[in-house]
């Protein structure tokens, strides 16, 4: 316990006004770490209810703040129902136990994706004002379904595979943020009844431009919209009785033996459990019948705490592809970043610019691409004989590891360090890291319970 007085002193006056009594052993000093996130994309999701920021950009923050939620649940979330589920009680700093946090964090999280909906309904009718418009089928003219026709069966009905949902038919594995559609269907011919799936490949886009309208009306279709046209084509001879979209988030913590001899080999072991993590949440449009939800529920393994009825769009995290970079007035004026004089004043020489004095670089004030150059140049240069680098998160086609071949290649000595526990990213790393050993450079890695 520590004791603390405060005093108001004024010449040799003191007059003594508080006493603070602070227990340094007290869990209640600390904010609990989930909680804590939870309020940060409260933050994210309230610049997209800020009328002060362009259109578009609030279209956009909203779609990062269900992608953040996407990926707290799938690992901060998914860590703490394992603990629960492996019955360790052992509390977090601020004295919450696993199953108290889940509890209040399952109670937030509602509140903001009830909220994420209330904005979106929002940004629909302010996005129509600005020319944009997201269509319902009834929008739809005869010429507007001739065009769409063509898109569905050039684009996406190649890539679909309609299942029936019965014993003869096992359900099929759906990843982790995979779309899928739950169909109830009745046969005209005899009144056969068939619960059937359509399961949505991730690399179909979620909305489709549409011929632009009147005045310029930029107009643009949901996927999910587009199938329920087609679904005569789709099912052949049925009638649609009831539907369901869904969305699920599985398990993707990635779990490392802490003694592993090869950690290459473990993150590669580790990510092919993460894709057959078990569901740790569902969400589904609030229109699902119930004997839809059972047939889903039992087919994923998921319980009834862990589904979450959406009055609204399923997948917020696709509404990145809704920002328009041809609309440039509805978005932030692009930056561009400023080149260091000095380096323009050598003519782009970085080596003869820091030669001079010492260079600092302010990003993103200052272009990156200085970065790179002095990777490109030290790469060609006779008088450099090594080179050494730390990787954390590099671009599919990195200039920095095309940098670092090149001048493994010319017979420098590289080494370059690669922190493998990027979330969500460890797969690229590791492809890098080949990449770069293949080159001859000498590859280290980051330590397992390091980042």
Request: proline share 5%; with cysteine; aromatic share 8%.
């Amino acid at each position: 316990m520590a004791n603390a007085d405060f005093f108001n002193s004024t010449g040799s006056d003191q007059t003594k006004f508080t006493k603070l009594r602070v227990d340094n052993n007290d869990p209640k000093r600390f904010f609990n770490r989930e909680l804590s996130w939870i309020s940060f994309n409260w933050r994210v999701l309230e610049e997209a209810d800020n009328d002060s920021i362009p259109i578009l950009e609030r279209v956009r923050f909203l779609a990062i703040s269900a992608s953040n939620l996407d990926e707290f649940y799938s690992v901060r979330v998914a860590g703490l129902r394992e603990m629960v589920k492996e019955k360790i009680s052992f509390p977090s700093a601020d004295g919450l136990l696993p199953i108290d946090q889940l509890s209040l964090i399952e109670k937030e999280a509602r509140l903001l994706i009830d909220h994420q909906q209330t904005v979106w309904r929002k940004l629909l009718l302010q996005l129509r004002d600005a020319n944009i418009a997201i269509l319902e089928l009834n929008d739809l003219s005869n010429k507007d379904y001739k065009s769409l026709q063509d898109v569905f069966f050039e684009q996406v009905f190649p890539v679909l595979t309609p299942l029936a949902i019965d014993p003869a038919h096992p359900f099929p594995f759906i990843p982790s943020g995979g779309f899928a559609l739950a169909l109830s269907l009745r046969r005209k011919s005899d009144g056969f009844a068939l619960e059937a799936l359509l399961p949505v490949p991730g690399q179909i886009s979620r909305f489709y431009r549409i011929a632009d309208g009147p005045k310029g009306l930029i107009r643009f279709l949901p996927l999910e919209r587009m199938l329920e046209s087609f679904l005569d084509k789709l099912f052949p001879g049925y009638d649609l009785i009831g539907k369901s979209a869904f969305r699920i988030l599985r398990d993707s913590d990635l779990e490392l033996e802490e003694e592993a001899e090869d950690l290459v080999r473990e993150f590669e072991t580790a990510l092919k459990r993460r894709r057959r993590g078990d569901v740790i949440r569902m969400k589904v449009t609030a229109d699902t019948s119930n004997d839809l939800l059972k047939i889903i529920s039992r087919s994923l393994g998921v319980r009834p705490g862990e589904v979450i009825k959406v009055d609204g769009m399923v997948g917020m995290a696709d509404l990145s592809e809704l920002v328009l970079t041809e609309r440039p007035k509805l978005l932030w004026p692009p930056f561009t970043s400023r080149m260091p004089e000095r380096v323009e004043d050598h003519n782009g020489d970085i080596f003869s610019a820091i030669s001079q004095k010492d260079l600092l670089l302010h990003h993103p004030y200052e272009s990156f691409d200085i970065v790179v150059r002095f990777l490109q140049q030290a790469a060609t240069d006779p008088s450099v004989v090594a080179i050494r680098q730390t990787l954390y998160r590099t671009s599919t086609e990195s200039p920095i590891v095309q940098a670092l071949c090149e001048a493994a290649e010319e017979g420098k000595s590289v080494t370059a360090l690669i922190e493998l526990k990027a979330r969500f990213d460890e797969a690229a790393n590791i492809r890098q890291s080949r990449t770069l050993e293949r080159a001859g450079v000498q590859v280290i890695y980051g330590f397992i319970d390091w980042k």
